[in-house]
């Protein structure tokens, strides 16, 4: 099929992208990389009658340090994140993700900004951006706001962007030495993680001084494993310690039943998946 008849406009500016949103109000819709949003259109489950596109913005673009934290802009593709040698110094976690995240064709083209503000619970990067307590900078009518990930995501495929503003960057504080490992499951390649788990961890002295855990498709948002991370935090970095925590992973979580996997499989998998993630990143932080 091809898309229903539509206007279109590609603004310069996040102030006329903004302007445009509210002349359209909501027969508009935001084009960012557009690998969720056309084949959406596509199959005529959307039919906005305008589509304003970001892709020329050329401010929403690129990857900056600015003190504790590393800014990526929200049109950043995720081919330019993957290889940029500031995240993989301060957020390794998100490195290795996008190295898995779909195939290079989908990572040239989508964008760090417009995965996640499409929410998808199965997506590669909510895991990660919780676990490394990244926050979302948005735009609107009125200015600027910040929203820290544990806010951002809000039910299916809901964030707390709100329809007349527009998500400009992602800051993820600096864990600059900390071990990384993204562990994630698919019958096949290139598909949505059955259940994915990312996991980062700083050691000191053979202990576990901090951790964050972020888990996917294990609920109708990106979730944090914070039971796991209670148990682990100043306890000896050892497999044992981890098997025993990694038993919580599924705490607090209400994972889909499908043709993949049903909820109790999911439940068990992802403590198999968790003690593997979190001794992976111990492995990278020299335990």
Not at 147 to 153: E, I, Q
Not at 172 to 191: D, L, N, S
Not at 235 to 259: F, I, K, M, N
Request: glycine letters at 10%.
């Amino acid at each position: 099929m091809i898309p229903a008849q539509f206007d279109y406009v590609a603004p310069t500016t996040v102030e006329e992208a903004l302007a445009a949103l509210r002349q359209y109000g909501d027969d508009a819709k935001l084009l960012a990389g557009g690998q969720s949003l056309l084949p959406v259109l596509r199959m005529r489950l959307n039919a906005p009658e305008w589509i304003i596109d970001l892709g020329r913005i050329d401010s929403l673009r690129g990857v900056r340090e600015d003190g504790d934290a590393i800014v990526i802009g929200a049109m950043t593709p995720h081919s330019v994140v993957g290889s940029d040698p500031l995240v993989a110094q301060h957020a390794a976690l998100v490195t290795k993700a996008v190295a898995e995240l779909a195939d290079a064709q989908i990572r040239h083209r989508g964008t760090f900004g417009g995965a996640l503000a499409h929410a998808d619970p199965a997506g590669d990067l909510g895991g990660p951006v919780r676990a490394l307590d990244a926050e979302f900078v948005i735009a609107g009518a009125n200015g600027t706001r910040t929203v820290s990930a544990d806010d951002f995501f809000v039910d299916l495929f809901e964030t707390a962007i709100s329809e007349d503003e527009i998500l400009t960057e992602v800051r993820i504080p600096k864990h600059t030495g900390w071990g990384a490992h993204h562990e994630k499951m698919v019958r096949v390649a290139h598909q949505w993680p059955i259940c994915a788990v990312a996991a980062t961890a700083r050691v000191e002295g053979g202990t576990i001084a901090d951790i964050g855990i972020g888990l996917a498709n294990m609920g109708n948002t990106p979730l944090r494993a914070g039971g796991v991370e209670e148990a682990l935090r100043g306890q000896p970095a050892t497999e044992d310690s981890v098997r025993a925590a990694c038993a919580r992973a599924a705490e607090g979580t209400s994972p889909p039943s499908d043709l993949n996997g049903s909820a109790d499989y999911r439940n068990h998998v992802v403590q198999v998946m968790c003690r593997r993630a979190v001794m992976g990143a111990l492995e990278g932080a020299g335990a």
